[in-house]
């Protein structure tokens, strides 16, 4: 059993942070931890693994933190953006740059002299706060930013190439907006005990290891270093020389000439089948969204439940024909003519960039291949659950949300409000000798926040009309308050169970009915609403990693600024030169097993469909009319599972995330899909029998091992992606043999 619980006792300490009382990193310490105690859950992950002391005397502030940052931010940036033109969407992993910022500055600690110039890249012990400020800058920078996804749609669908000024100040003001929406509901949630965060947990175990117990911290950097090394080795072979292993069937081996063998057991390439009983050894994509380390046990079985239904929606869709799928490819996110080629959206344009009704007529509408149209019903299923499934299982969570509309708080922001933000020390006020405190903004970070806020919509403005965009100012406006909106929902959701949903499909249908005829407009309504939560939950995600790590909120607002602007201009660099080298690969329907335009084309699709023929396709009695009515039946979906809870709780409804289950039910639409067998039975090994078997190795060793498997993974992808696969240039593929089948489906399936 675990030791009793203790109640700290106010310090010097106490008075120095900028927690609030109540909070889960404040309010408990375990006097002893005993380490073969089974974490049931993410609060006690939290209270058991992350510590809660601090040293105020610690400098983020210093050169060697800059140094470090700057440079994995480059790295960082470079690699989203080639991420973001792979086969499956892949995440650049926060724990892989957190260590290797520890190594560079424990390197530079050691091997640096501490005397003359070199003193400022060598101040003294390479301290957690520097380590916690290096990894919000290049986690920051680590994301494909969104409007690099408008400007490859510009090249390669309308042929235009928007100068490089606008196309900065686009990223910039659509990066940033969100982090201004987003620190302004720091108080809602970030600060609130229940909002855990539990994907940053294995971040900051990891970070108290290190610094805590130097002997500890050095054996388990051992098991680091031989697992980086181990998979760096090893994902030479199924990236390159041998990548059967990225999906090996023996369904596709036993019938290489079946189609519908491909379709339902193969996946090792981009949109070729549901990979069914697959086995993939290729880390990348195993873990290539989320590792199946890190995601607490029962978000694991919700989303499970949801890839099981999906392989049965798809197959039912496509072999009983519905909306004529057996015309189209199996997955595909492009439009088609009824007749199955690819549909040439210039021909329905005008020299606007509007839909012409008349041009359509002669042209025909598009059609979507039937699984794209489950992944869209899906996803609104599970954008309309999670309002319900919040307000009935988090409805006290989500109660302090509106508290802050009264002309009270409003006066006194008012008076406290001081635009000079860089005057103060970044320390957040805690109310005392109150029974139930509100949490109190640090003025700085208040200011801060509200700032960029209105600077990004400012310039956003500006930009809509420099671009051409076809946005008019008041769908700007609506984009930003329908962000608002959605930060507040589903932040809550990823805050508690550590997975974001996507409300692109719901803010591009609201755009399709506001600006009818306008696929530009269609593309920038979304950058601004959707990737403006994105962002806020990428800001929300990093200050929790500040809160936990005692940074001040200063710091990690600066850290987040410079590493957004810096991951931009290199997203934008990156992006240019794949198109260059690559663009008929990205304009074909399925791609390779190492280049897709995927993301391009979905979101292009989505642009056409939506913004120019949303009325003739999604409206009632029209083809596509259940992706919009899908939405009622997701506000109620969710009331089953409550009202069986409530009734008979031993059936533990509350285990299932209905939101979750819902956009799963769709999850298979793209990509490569041979890694979804192999990816459960690693969750479930890691989250069932290592931590209920094995919880001191699981609390020591899990999450280090997960970071190690995405570190040495992606520093291989980084290297291979410009040596022989040709991100900046011609591609050297492995000469083609039975493990390597150059012409065809790496998994030797029928090439449909």
């Given at each position: 059993?675990a030791a009793?619980?203790?109640?700290?006792?106010?310090?010097?300490?106490?008075?120095?942070?900028?927690?609030?009382?109540?909070?889960?990193?404040?309010?408990?310490?375990?006097?002893?931890?005993?380490?073969?105690?089974?974490?049931?859950n993410?609060?006690?992950?939290?209270?058991?693994v992350?510590?809660?002391?601090?040293?105020?005397?610690?400098?983020?502030?210093?050169?060697?933190a800059f140094?470090?940052?700057?440079?994995?931010?480059?790295?960082?940036?470079s690699?989203?953006?080639i991420?973001y033109f792979?086969?499956?969407t892949?995440l650049?992993?926060?724990m892989?740059?957190?260590?290797?910022?520890?190594?560079i500055?424990?390197?530079?600690?050691t091997f640096?002299?501490?005397?003359g110039?070199?003193?400022?890249?060598?101040?003294g012990?390479?301290?957690?706060?520097?380590?916690?400020?290096?990894?919000i800058?290049?986690s920051?920078a680590?994301?494909?930013?969104?409007?690099?996804?408008v400007?490859?749609?510009?090249?390669?669908?309308?042929?235009?190439?928007?100068?490089?000024?606008s196309?900065i100040?686009?990223?910039?003001?659509?990066?940033?907006?969100?982090?201004?929406?987003?620190?302004?509901?720091?108080g809602?949630l970030?600060?609130?005990?229940?909002?855990?965060?539990?994907?940053?947990l294995?971040?900051?175990?990891m970070f108290d290891?290190?610094y805590?117990?130097?002997?500890?911290?050095?054996?388990?950097?051992?098991?680091?270093y031989?697992?980086?090394?181990?998979?760096f080795?090893?994902?030479?072979?199924?990236?390159?020389?041998?990548?059967?292993?990225?999906?090996?069937?023996?369904?596709?081996?036993?019938?290489?000439?079946?189609?519908?063998?491909?379709?339902v057991?193969?996946?090792?390439?981009?949109n070729?089948?549901l990979?069914?009983?697959?086995?993939?050894f290729?880390?990348q994509?195993?873990?290539g969204?989320?590792?199946?380390?890190?995601?607490?046990?029962?978000?694991?079985?919700s989303?499970?439940?949801?890839?099981?239904?999906?392989?049965?929606v798809?197959?039912?869709?496509?072999?009983?024909?519905?909306?004529?799928?057996?015309?189209?490819?199996?997955?595909a996110?492009?439009l088609?003519?009824?007749?199955?080629?690819?549909y040439?959206?210039?021909?329905?344009?005008n020299?606007?960039?509007?839909?012409?009704?008349?041009?359509?007529?002669?042209?025909?509408?598009?059609?979507?291949?039937?699984t794209?149209i489950?992944?869209?019903l899906s996803?609104?299923?599970?954008?309309?659950?999670?309002?319900?499934?919040?307000l009935?299982?988090?409805?006290?969570?989500l109660?302090?949300a509106?508290?802050?509309m009264?002309?009270d708080?409003?006066?006194?922001?008012?008076?406290?409000?001081?635009?000079?933000?860089?005057k103060h020390?970044?320390?957040?006020?805690?109310?005392?000798?109150?029974e139930?405190?509100?949490?109190t903004?640090?003025?700085?970070a208040?200011?801060?926040?509200f700032v960029?806020?209105?600077?990004?919509?400012?310039?956003?403005?500006?930009?809509?009309?420099?671009?051409?965009?076809?946005?008019?100012?008041?769908?700007?406006?609506?984009a930003v308050?329908?962000?608002?909106?959605?930060?507040?929902?589903?932040?809550?959701?990823?805050?508690?169970?550590?997975?974001?949903?996507?409300?692109?499909?719901?803010?591009?249908?609201?755009?399709?009915?506001?600006h009818?005829?306008?696929?530009?407009a269609?593309?920038?309504?979304v950058?601004?609403?959707?990737?403006?939560?994105?962002?806020?939950?990428?800001?929300l995600?990093?200050?929790?990693?500040?809160?936990?790590?005692?940074l001040?909120p200063r710091?990690a607002?600066?850290?987040?600024?410079?590493?957004?602007?810096?991951?931009?201009?290199?997203?934008?660099?990156?992006?240019?030169?794949?198109?260059?080298?690559?663009?008929?690969?990205l304009?074909?329907?399925?791609?390779?097993?190492?280049?897709?335009?995927?993301?391009?084309?979905?979101?292009n699709s989505?642009?056409?469909?939506?913004?120019g023929?949303?009325?003739?396709l999604?409206?009632?009695?029209?083809?596509?009319?259940w992706?919009?009515?899908?939405?009622?039946?997701?506000?109620?979906?969710?009331?089953?599972?409550?009202?069986i809870?409530?009734?008979?709780?031993?059936?533990?409804?509350?285990?299932s995330?209905?939101?979750?289950?819902?956009?799963y039910?769709?999850?298979?639409?793209?990509?490569?899909?041979?890694?979804?067998?192999?990816?459960?039975?690693?969750?479930f090994l890691s989250q069932w029998?290592?931590?209920?078997?094995?919880p001191?190795?699981?609390?020591?060793?899990?999450?280090?091992?997960?970071?190690?498997?995405d570190?040495?993974t992606?520093?291989?992808?980084?290297?291979?992606?410009?040596?022989?696969?040709?991100a900046?240039?011609?591609?050297?593929?492995?000469p083609?043999?039975?493990?390597?089948?150059?012409?065809?489906?790496?998994?030797?399936?029928?090439?449909?």
């Amino acid at each position: 059993m675990a030791a009793e619980a203790v109640k700290r006792t106010p310090s010097a300490t106490d008075e120095k942070s900028y927690f609030v009382k109540g909070d889960v990193e404040s309010s408990t310490q375990e006097a002893e931890t005993d380490e073969n105690v089974v974490l049931q859950n993410e609060r006690e992950i939290a209270t058991h693994v992350i510590s809660v002391d601090d040293d105020p005397s610690l400098n983020p502030w210093t050169l060697r933190a800059f140094f470090i940052g700057l440079g994995l931010s480059a790295f960082g940036g470079s690699l989203a953006q080639i991420y973001y033109f792979k086969p499956q969407t892949i995440l650049v992993s926060s724990m892989f740059l957190a260590i290797l910022s520890y190594i560079i500055g424990f390197a530079m600690e050691t091997f640096i002299p501490r005397r003359g110039l070199f003193r400022y890249l060598n101040p003294g012990p390479f301290n957690k706060k520097e380590n916690a400020f290096i990894i919000i800058m290049s986690s920051a920078a680590a994301n494909s930013a969104l409007a690099t996804e408008v400007l490859a749609v510009q090249r390669l669908y309308y042929n235009i190439t928007p100068n490089a000024g606008s196309s900065i100040f686009l990223l910039f003001s659509s990066q940033l907006l969100g982090y201004g929406i987003g620190g302004m509901m720091r108080g809602i949630l970030l600060y609130p005990s229940k909002m855990l965060y539990p994907g940053v947990l294995p971040l900051l175990s990891m970070f108290d290891a290190l610094y805590r117990d130097g002997f500890e911290a050095r054996r388990k950097l051992k098991v680091f270093y031989v697992v980086f090394a181990a998979i760096f080795i090893w994902e030479i072979f199924p990236e390159w020389i041998f990548p059967l292993l990225t999906g090996f069937s023996i369904f596709c081996l036993a019938a290489p000439n079946n189609a519908a063998v491909s379709r339902v057991f193969g996946g090792s390439n981009g949109n070729e089948g549901l990979g069914l009983l697959s086995l993939c050894f290729d880390w990348q994509y195993i873990s290539g969204g989320v590792n199946p380390m890190t995601i607490p046990l029962k978000a694991q079985l919700s989303s499970f439940i949801g890839c099981i239904l999906c392989m049965v929606v798809f197959v039912a869709v496509f072999y009983t024909n519905i909306w004529d799928s057996q015309n189209f490819p199996f997955l595909a996110q492009l439009l088609f003519y009824e007749n199955g080629t690819v549909y040439d959206q210039t021909l329905i344009m005008n020299s606007n960039y509007e839909v012409d009704p008349a041009l359509v007529a002669e042209q025909g509408l598009p059609y979507y291949a039937g699984t794209w149209i489950i992944n869209l019903l899906s996803t609104n299923l599970g954008l309309a659950a999670t309002f319900t499934h919040l307000l009935l299982w988090n409805k006290d969570d989500l109660r302090a949300a509106w508290s802050w509309m009264n002309m009270d708080t409003l006066r006194s922001w008012r008076a406290n409000f001081d635009w000079k933000f860089w005057k103060h020390s970044g320390k957040r006020e805690v109310p005392i000798n109150i029974e139930e405190p509100r949490p109190t903004l640090p003025r700085d970070a208040e200011a801060g926040t509200f700032v960029t806020f209105v600077l990004s919509f400012i310039v956003g403005l500006v930009v809509i009309y420099k671009t051409n965009s076809t946005l008019p100012w008041w769908g700007f406006v609506i984009a930003v308050l329908l962000a608002s909106v959605s930060i507040l929902f589903f932040g809550a959701l990823y805050a508690i169970t550590g997975i974001a949903l996507s409300i692109q499909t719901l803010v591009q249908m609201i755009a399709g009915y506001l600006h009818n005829g306008r696929p530009m407009a269609n593309m920038f309504f979304v950058l601004y609403s959707y990737n403006t939560v994105s962002q806020a939950l990428l800001l929300l995600g990093d200050l929790k990693i500040a809160q936990y790590a005692k940074l001040p909120p200063r710091a990690a607002f600066t850290a987040q600024i410079i590493g957004t602007l810096l991951g931009a201009v290199l997203n934008y660099v990156l992006m240019n030169s794949i198109i260059d080298s690559q663009r008929e690969i990205l304009l074909s329907v399925q791609g390779t097993n190492i280049w897709s335009g995927q993301q391009p084309q979905s979101y292009n699709s989505q642009a056409i469909a939506w913004g120019g023929l949303a009325h003739e396709l999604f409206s009632t009695g029209q083809r596509y009319q259940w992706v919009p009515l899908s939405y009622l039946i997701g506000l109620v979906a969710p009331l089953p599972f409550w009202i069986i809870h409530r009734y008979w709780p031993k059936l533990r409804m509350d285990y299932s995330y209905t939101p979750i289950i819902c956009v799963y039910i769709g999850v298979l639409c793209v990509g490569i899909n041979s890694s979804i067998l192999s990816y459960y039975a690693i969750a479930f090994l890691s989250q069932w029998w290592l931590r209920t078997r094995y919880p001191r190795w699981f609390m020591k060793y899990n999450y280090w091992v997960g970071a190690a498997l995405d570190g040495g993974t992606q520093v291989m992808v980084f290297i291979l992606s410009f040596a022989v696969q040709g991100a900046a240039g011609t591609a050297h593929l492995f000469p083609a043999w039975w493990g390597a089948n150059q012409g065809g489906n790496y998994d030797r399936c029928l090439y449909i």
